[in-house]
């Protein structure tokens, strides 16, 4: 059984830009969750895709959005980027959507803006 | 507003020591309660959770207690190995229904010590 996977493990980008980070779920799993871990925080909940339908969202600018594939690999994609993006992007895979789902974790994208 | 606290950054303890990881929250719509390793370049690792309906859960050397009125929940590691020197999350979601939000908590740095 495949566990979580992202790509890439590390992106350098500059302020302005646009970026796509990638996560394939684990197997049987049809919802992804997206957070972000900035320095010294815990992870903070961006958004949730089920079955391809983004199915919850945290207080997160418009500029980041996603998708969710039939697969159920998603996509997370951050326009305009600012310094304070800087951070770890974790996405999280569980067998379902709903409270008493364990979230299982991939290695996350370490995501640095210049 | 932080809705999940863990008030202690760091602990060390001595190997074959319990191990005590405290967490309180805020928001009493929180109904399921889970504790995450996240060892470094690694994306956290659940442990152990618990619903709101009961008030300890047990597996192996890892026990989580909830005190409900308190709005409270710790994790005893018993005993401590080296290997459990990580950093630990505490994270908490509510029954909407729709999205299984993840909040966390800012860690806490556990160091077992030989």
């Known amino acids: 059984e495949t566990g979580v996977t992202q790509s890439p493990t590390h992106l350098i980008k500059t302020r302005g830009q646009q970026v796509t980070l990638r996560c394939s779920s684990q197997?049987?799993?049809?919802?992804v969750s997206w957070y972000q871990q900035a320095l010294g925080q815990g992870p903070q909940f961006i958004f949730q895709?089920?079955?391809?339908?983004?199915?919850g969202r945290g207080n997160f600018p418009p500029r980041f959005s996603g998708l969710q594939f039939p697969n159920y690999s998603s996509e997370l994609n951050v326009n305009a980027l600012e310094l304070d993006d800087s951070a770890l992007y974790l996405c999280?895979?569980?067998?379902?959507?709903?409270?008493?789902?364990?979230?299982?974790f991939g290695p996350g994208t370490r995501l640095t803006v210049l | 507003d932080q809705q999940v606290k863990q008030n202690s950054p760091s602990l060390s303890v001595q190997e074959g020591r319990i191990s005590i990881l405290n967490c309180d929250y805020t928001?009493?719509?929180?109904?399921?309660f889970l504790w995450y390793k996240k060892y470094p370049a690694e994306g956290p690792t659940f442990l152990i959770s618990?619903?709101?309906?009961?008030d300890k859960n047990e597996d192996g050397r890892f026990t989580v207690f909830l005190n409900k009125s308190a709005k409270h929940l710790s994790l005893h590691i018993v005993p401590s190995q080296p290997g459990d020197s990580a950093v630990y999350f505490c994270?908490?979601?509510?029954?909407?229904?729709?999205?299984?939000?993840?909040?966390f908590g800012t860690g806490t740095r556990l160091q077992v010590t030989l």
């Open positions: 197997s049987g799993h049809n919802t």
């Open positions: 999280a895979s569980s067998l379902t959507a709903g409270s008493y789902n364990e979230q299982f």
């Open positions: 928001n009493s719509m929180f109904d399921y």
């Open positions: 994270a908490a979601s509510a029954n909407t229904g729709t999205a299984s939000k993840l909040t």
């Open positions: 618990i619903s709101s309906i009961k």
């Open positions: 895709y089920y079955r391809e339908e983004e199915n």
